[in-house]
């Protein structure tokens, strides 16, 4: 069971700061666009698909939050410049942002295609750095600011049929702790959260892998399976949520994470270092 945290933060903790969170009208990113603005921030959700965008912020404006949304492809560059612009430009500042956005599925190497290996890519580590790179100078000019990529635990160790996602978090990572260093000096913190198993409906998609793989199927429909796996390789023992995510991105945006920068934070339960 979820720890009941509602009193962990105070109420106005972030009011009048502004958050970009990309793929947060969904999953883990929802989560997190939910805790934020409970906390008084003003939450912009930016994804590609309007039933993602659009309907998290009409559920969110329906608890009275302050958000907006915006389509972005984050594989897009230009667009992403222009999106983080009017961001700042609209709000005049812009303290945090999640890089949450990913595509995954399960293809084995051998024949995964360029264009796979290519979305993938793009996604998950070139979205993360055009993004971090387009708040820059916004987060400079006004004397610094939040940055948290989503990475995952995938890579610590072989995961097989997840050569694209695996490159690509790892990559994240490499990324996390290198901006972390080069941006220290105008206040900019760099960190990474790495999830461990969320069954959200996009991971339970594409994380459903070949029954002749022997990999196995984490995220079975059958209660009674995914009660199993926790039981049998989450040491304590229960599935994450998107709120035990939330929960660390609101700290790492509050005064509290000042002095943290360049760290990867495993969100898992003990998953990955129980892996058998
Ligand atoms: P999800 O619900 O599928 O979230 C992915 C989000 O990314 C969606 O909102 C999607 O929205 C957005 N997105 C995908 N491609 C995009 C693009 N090109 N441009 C902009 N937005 C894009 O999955 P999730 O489980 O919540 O995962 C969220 C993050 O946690 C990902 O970074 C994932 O790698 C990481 N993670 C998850 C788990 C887990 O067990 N759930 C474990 C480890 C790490 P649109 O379709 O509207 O674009």
């Known amino acids: 069971m979820l720890a009941d945290d509602a009193s962990v933060f105070r109420p106005d903790l972030l009011r009048g700061q502004v958050a970009l969170i990309t793929g947060g009208g969904s999953g883990i990113g929802l989560g997190i666009s939910e805790l934020l603005a409970s906390l008084g921030m003003h939450v912009v959700i930016a994804s590609r698909k309007p039933e993602h965008f659009d309907s998290a912020r009409e559920q969110l404006a329906a608890t009275g939050a302050s958000v907006s949304s915006i389509a972005l492809d984050v594989r897009n560059q230009e667009r992403v410049k222009e999106v983080v612009d009017s961001v700042a430009q609209q709000h005049g500042r812009l ?4 890089n949450n956005a990913a595509g995954n599925f399960y293809a084995p190497s051998a024949t995964l295609s360029p264009n796979a290996w290519k979305a993938v890519v793009e996604i998950d580590l070139y979205g993360t750095f055009h993004c971090s790179q387009a708040v820059y100078p916004v987060m400079k000019a006004q004397g610094g600011g939040r940055i948290v990529s989503t990475s995952m635990t995938l890579h610590y160790r072989g995961w097989p ?4 996602a695996t490159a690509a978090k790892a990559g ?10 080069e941006w220290a000096p105008e206040r900019i913190r760099v960190n990474a959260i790495a999830p461990g198993p969320i069954p959200t409906d996009g991971v339970r998609k594409a994380f459903t892998p070949l029954p002749e793989s022997g990999i196995p199927d984490v995220f079975a429909a059958a209660t009674e399976r995914m009660d199993t796996y926790a039981r049998d390789h989450i040491p304590l023992g229960r599935w994450g949520a998107p709120r035990d995510i939330a929960n660390m991105v609101a700290y790492l945006a509050s005064p509290a994470g000042d002095w943290i920068t360049g760290a990867i934070f495993v969100i898992d339960g003990g998953e990955w270092l129980a892996k058998n």
Do not use: G, I, P
């Open 95 to 98: 303290d945090l942002l999640v």
């Open 161 to 164: 049929q997840m050569a694209h």
């Open 172 to 181: 994240v990572d490499a990324l996390t702790r290198t901006l972390a260093v």
